[in-house]
């Protein structure tokens, strides 16, 4: 009943104006076509529409958003009542693409600073507003609306996998949802913003007006004031990063390893890049006969399954299928219906169909992670291992804590995954576009299942230890999750 009352509350948020936007308005009949034709895409396509809410509960839903349309409104509105349709499935890889007339508002007045959201709270980490606010002070409420109630208000316009709440507050503090420019898009675009802070420094609050700021220029000052801008990096600055990387830490105690991604520099790179690294790097935990591993797998978007796989090949004693399954509600035939695009799905994914008339993917050639993992017993480790997971290890990379939960003796310490542990959805996506407002969805077609059985499938991988760093570990450069690690390692 809990979950029931906290759809309502969505309504009343889509109607607050938004002065920085477009004066272009939808009319009801407009908006109602698409709105209805994104709620048949999503039940006649979506893989695993219902996981998290029934389908009596999803009508009632969209009934209220489609109660919202009876009068013109914005193309922000408009776009805020799409996004509350995706956001209540409860679908990481299901996002919304906005109107290209609404494209150039949602980056040109942005809150000029970026943010950690945890435990309710939100503190600044990087300001670029050019008004003296210290990096680590609290923000107790921005255009007098109270912190907590800005937290549980977008996330009902932006959703991660599942119910975990770690997922949100990751991202609400990265450049994917980030709250820089979420908040305008929900609760009004405007040329600057009231915050209230408590000085991270004097501990004394004061009342702040800011003026906004586009993506380029937050880009441009932080570059010139911190001397990077990882935080607002895109893809390509991602790519930057390395996908993984070994070391040797405190006079060998431990070997640490950092995986970033389960792609290396795109999805079309030989099969056998993860498989040489992870080689190489038992091989020299095997020569440095480090007795402690650590695995970092924080802030992981994901990537490609087997790359995970290969990974626990090395400290697992039984060999396991990483995929169970991976299914599908149609074909190319079936999609005929609702897309123009050629998927071209038979052929790839050699789908079969089964008598509950859903197809699944038996191409184990080009899907590897349908297949066998067996032991590799070369350099194969024995020792201790530690995992370490936030709400940005997501997809693939949830995947890969999933099976290293299941397969080895690995204690966890952080915060839960932000993709769940036993299944995902994904592989290939499918862009329907609202032919009347130019609006678009963007959903998966495949729901994969992981040989996961302790855990169930709507929840990610629960720490053994929950951690996470502080403002202050944060302000300060210290990592005290790998602290915490170091620190079991060392007691008798």
Known sequence: MRFILGLAIVICFSQIPASGESSEKYRPAQMQADLKHFKHVLEYAHPDL?????????ENF???????????KTVLEFYNIVLQLIAVIHDGHAQVSPSRSLLPHMYSKMLPFHSLVQNNKI???????????????????????????????????????????????????SSYISLYYVFPLVFGIDTAYTIEVSDYKSKSVKTILVPAISY???????IKKYGNNLHTAGMDEMLLQKAFSIDFKDAGLYAYIKINRFFKDDFEEPATIYRSFYSDAFNQIEDKKAKNLVIDLR???????????????????????????????????????????????????????????????????????????????????KGKIYVLIDGGTVSAAAMAAGLLKQYTNAVFVGQETGGHAGMSNGIRQLFISGDSTRMSINIPLFHSKFSINKFSGKRGVIPDYIIENSIDDIIKGRDAVLEFVVKKMTEK
């Open 50 to 58: 219902y996981a998290h809410i029934s389908p009596d509960e999803f």
């Open 299 to 381: 802030g992981n978007g994901g990537g490609i399954g087997s790359n995970a796989a290969y990974l626990v090949q090395y400290l697992t004693e039984k060999s396991f299928i990483p995929t169970t399954e991976i299914s599908s509600m149609g074909n190319d035939e079936y999609y005929k219906s609702v897309t123009s695009e050629s998927l071209g799905l038979d052929k790839y994914f050699q789908l079969k169909k089964t008598g509950d008339n859903k197809y699944f993917v038996t191409n184990s050639d080009s899907i590897l992670e349908l297949r066998e993992f067996k032991p590799i017993w070369k350099s194969h480790f």
């Open 123 to 173: 503190f600044i980490t990087r300001n670029v507003s050019g008004k003296n606010i210290n990096d680590g002070s609290e923000i107790l409420s921005i255009n007098g609306i109270p912190a907590v109630k800005v937290i549980d208000t977008i996330l009902m316009f932006y959703s991660g996998d599942g119910l975990c709440r770690s997922c949100m507050e990751y991202r609400l503090g």
């Open 62 to 72: 969209f009934q209220k958003l489609l109660s919202q349309t009876a009068s013109p």
């Open 216 to 222: 380029d220029e937050l880009r441009e000052r932080e």
